[in-house]
């Protein structure tokens, strides 16, 4: 199946401050990137979606100045969570896409749990 | 009604048991269903997709798809400890996007 990186795989953070998530496709290139948040004993729920060169496009009620997404290549997004606080801890989850069906569709990175302290 | 359903569980089972896990769904468009095992702090790991109806094995798994009633089953024979995870079956219309179960947490006690 397709290769993909997400760093870092977990991260304590204090408030107030930005934490970086980057996910990475190894194998193929990725031009839409879904990031995806599931918070304790919850299903995956779907944050926002990036076309590369795009700005990302976020479902409702997830803030787009809070969770910055940038997908400047076809490798590589980043979500940025900007003054983070308790309530964003949660685990976060990279799946990157080139649209080609099932090749690429269904692998997701290994996960970003965030603390929030 | 959700578009997908999934019973949250907690399943629990003795070693060596046959384990149903299934999903039922609303939009007769769904073409690709998939399941996933996901182990606790990890992201999603895919186990098997099947496109339209019918059954796929692989192993010790086999997946169902019965189009006619919307309804999707995962089977794990001869379960392991080693299977304890949260089951999540996924589908989608054309390949994305892609529209989760809830997850059913399994446990297999030796």
């Known amino acids: 199946g397709a290769v993909v990186s997400q760093h870092p795989s977990w991260v304590i953070c204090k408030s107030g401050t930005s934490v970086k998530i980057e996910c990475r496709s190894l194998?193929?290139?990725?031009?839409?990137m879904f990031w995806y948040r599931q918070f304790p004993k919850q299903s995956l729920m779907l944050m926002a979606t990036?076309?590369?060169?795009?700005?990302?496009?976020?479902e409702q009620g997830v803030e787009k100045d809070k969770f910055l997404i940038n997908h400047a290549s076809l490798t590589l997004s980043t979500l940025t969570v900007t003054s983070a606080h308790p309530e964003d801890s949660s685990f976060y989850i990279c799946?990157?896409?080139?649209?080609?069906?099932?090749?690429?569709?269904?692998?997701f990175g290994q996960g970003t749990r965030l603390t929030v302290v | 009604q959700k578009e997908v359903e999934q019973d949250p569980g907690p399943l629990s089972v003795p070693e060596g048991a046959i384990v149903s896990l299934n999903c039922t769904y609303s939009?007769?468009?769904?073409?690709?269903f998939m399941w996933y095992r996901q182990y606790s702090r990890k992201g999603p790991e895919l186990l098997m997709y099947?496109?339209?109806?019918g059954n796929k094995e692989d192993g010790r798994f086999t997946a169902q798809v019965d189009k006619s009633s919307k309804y999707i089953s995962l089977f794990i024979r001869d379960s392991q400890p080693s299977d304890s995870a949260t089951y999540l079956c996924?589908?989608?219309?054309?390949?994305?996007?892609?529209?989760f179960g809830k997850g059913t947490r399994l446990s297999v006690i030796a």
């Open positions: 990036s076309n590369e060169g795009s700005k990302a496009t976020y």
């Open positions: 799946r990157p896409s080139a649209g080609d069906g099932m090749n690429t569709e269904a692998f």
């Open positions: 194998d193929f290139q990725a031009t839409t």
């Open positions: 996924a589908m989608s219309v054309g390949g994305t996007p892609l529209v």
């Open positions: 099947t496109y339209s109806s």
């Open positions: 939009n007769s468009a769904f073409q690709y």
